[in-house]
């Protein structure tokens, strides 16, 4: 069965805290990973990974992608209340694209 | 301003009485896509366009029907709803999926 775990599936940190999330995912026709943010509303895109050891970085936030062991991380350092939000893994696992997969996402709360 | 465009926002409606959500994107993306997200169950693919009278079906299907007979819009058709649909249906679009998908605001639909 094709599928996307993230972890953990919560997790509380203290503004300034680096955090790393975790998506692992097993599909069958692997084409691309996506993360994304949700706070309240609706997702927003963060990056997109096809290649194995290549980071993505956008200000503080970064990914990056292993192939291999199939699983992917995104790390945010220097934490800030505005990070807080719930952080969405997928995967397209379609040959020409548009069929995706999400996880259940890793909610993230920091305090002040 | 581009945007991706779903109404109603919110509807409240009574089992097997027809509806149709809309999505509409004015970025001539090819591709277009309908999830629902449920708590614990995250954001499920119903589905996807990868382009003008061509679609194919996500992971939930059942209980649905879509047209893409023009390239900026994708309804969402629910022939005879049922309480199990009650949940929050996104419309997403993408130029192409390597560039991740722009999330419309919501439609948030309970079926009683």
């Known amino acids: 069965e094709d599928k996307v775990v993230q972890s953990p599936l919560s997790l509380v940190v203290h503004e300034g805290d680096t955090v790393t999330l975790n998506c692992s995912y097993e599909?069958?026709?692997?084409?691309?990973l996506l993360w994304y943010k949700q706070e309240k509303k609706a997702p927003t895109f963060l990056f997109m990974l096809?290649?194995?050891?290549i980071e993505k970085k956008s200000g503080r936030l970064s990914s990056i992608l292993d192939k291999k062991e199939l699983f992917s991380i995104l790390n945010i350092t220097a934490t800030q209340t505005g990070d807080s939000a719930v952080y969405l893994c997928?995967?397209?696992?379609?040959?020409?694209?548009?069929?995706?997969?999400f996880g259940q996402g890793t909610e993230l709360s920091v305090k002040p | 301003e581009a945007q991706v465009t779903q109404n109603p926002r919110y509807l409240i409606t009574v089992t097997g009485k027809k509806l149709t959500v809309t999505c509409s994107q004015n970025?001539?993306?090819?591709?277009m896509s309908w999830y629902r997200q449920d708590p614990g169950l995250g954001l499920r693919q119903i589905y996807y366009?990868?382009?003008?009278?061509?679609?194919d079906k996500g992971d939930v299907p059942e209980g649905y029907k879509v047209s893409r007979k023009e390239k900026r819009n994708f309804p969402l058709i629910l022939e005879s709803p049922s309480p199990n649909q009650t949940s929050l249906y996104f419309c997403?679009?993408?130029?192409?999926?390597?560039?991740?998908?722009?999330f419309g605001s919501g439609t948030r639909l309970t079926v009683v």
């Open positions: 096809t290649s194995s050891g």
């Open positions: 997403a679009s993408s130029q192409d999926t390597d560039y991740g998908y722009t």
């Open positions: 997928a995967v397209d696992w379609s040959n020409q694209g548009g069929k995706l997969i």
């Open positions: 599909v069958t026709n692997f084409r691309s």
């Open positions: 970025m001539n993306h090819e591709y």
């Open positions: 366009s990868m382009n003008v009278e061509v679609t």
